[in-house]
């Protein structure tokens, strides 16, 4: 092979690598834009599911197409509240990332709140975060507009036991137990609390899941300090 050909080829070999990683290079960012939307309709889809039983026609979130998703929330008012409860002018609630603020000093944090509005009345639904067996528990509670009826509730998790803590999750049942609990008794601000042996207050408590101590008594430790962040904002609608 003479000279001029062995140059020829690696001319072609720099441009056809040269080709191969910039198409990667689109590639990848087309591919990440992706899974961001796809993650942020997720997240949606986890918030709706603390009113899945205030949806338009009796739907389910599952059966709710993308674009339905995002259209409830183009309509969803989405104040951020500061920790002494005032709104934080500029921001918007899906912006607000719970893992990342909770990282930050308590007096500095900020809450995302999702309004939801349906047959004339608002529900508000309160962000919380904790602490499960093996890993971070959260979940999303929606209040009705007395700001203290529970409507609903969605848990999810990082990594607690199938079959256990990840009852939180998987078993409906659980969820459906926290629907019309009060967070407030006469007043005074008591949260809901999942008790080991079953529910004794059965306006202020549900049964725990067996088997799963810890993450049960996460999951009333999330609800208490996570909701009570919100409770200088509470305070100011009522």
Do not use: C
């Not at 960012?29 to 899974?35: G, N």
């Amino acid at each position: 092979m003479d000279r001029n050909s062995s140059k020829y080829i690696l001319g072609f070999v720099l441009i056809l690598t040269a080709s191969v990683a910039v198409a990667l290079t689109g590639l990848r960012e087309v591919t990440k834009e992706k899974a961001v939307q796809n993650e942020d309709i997720f997240n949606k889809r986890a918030i709706l599911s603390a009113v899945e039983d205030e949806l338009p026609d009796g739907k389910k979130v599952s059966s709710l197409s993308d674009a339905e998703v995002a259209d409830i929330f183009k309509n969803m008012e989405q104040p951020v509240i500061n920790m002494q409860g005032n709104i934080v002018e500029g921001e918007k609630a899906e912006s607000i990332d719970m893992a990342q603020e909770r990282k930050k000093p308590e007096a500095e944090r900020l809450l995302p709140l999702y309004i939801y509005e349906h047959n004339g009345e608002k529900f508000y639904i309160l962000s919380v975060r904790g602490k499960g067996l093996w890993d971070e528990i959260w979940g999303n509670v929606a209040l009705k507009s007395d700001l203290s009826t529970i409507a609903g509730v969605a848990f999810d998790h990082k990594g607690e036991t199938p079959g256990l803590g990840a009852e939180i999750k998987d078993n409906p049942a659980f969820g459906a137990q926290f629907k019309g609990k009060e967070i407030y008794d006469n007043g005074n601000y008591v949260s809901v609390k999942v008790r080991k042996g079953g529910a004794q207050d059965k306006q202020h408590e549900v049964d725990a899941i067996s088997g799963a101590t810890v993450t049960s008594d996460g999951v009333t430790k999330m609800l208490y300090s996570g909701i009570k962040n919100y409770e200088p904002y509470l305070k100011q609608l009522k």
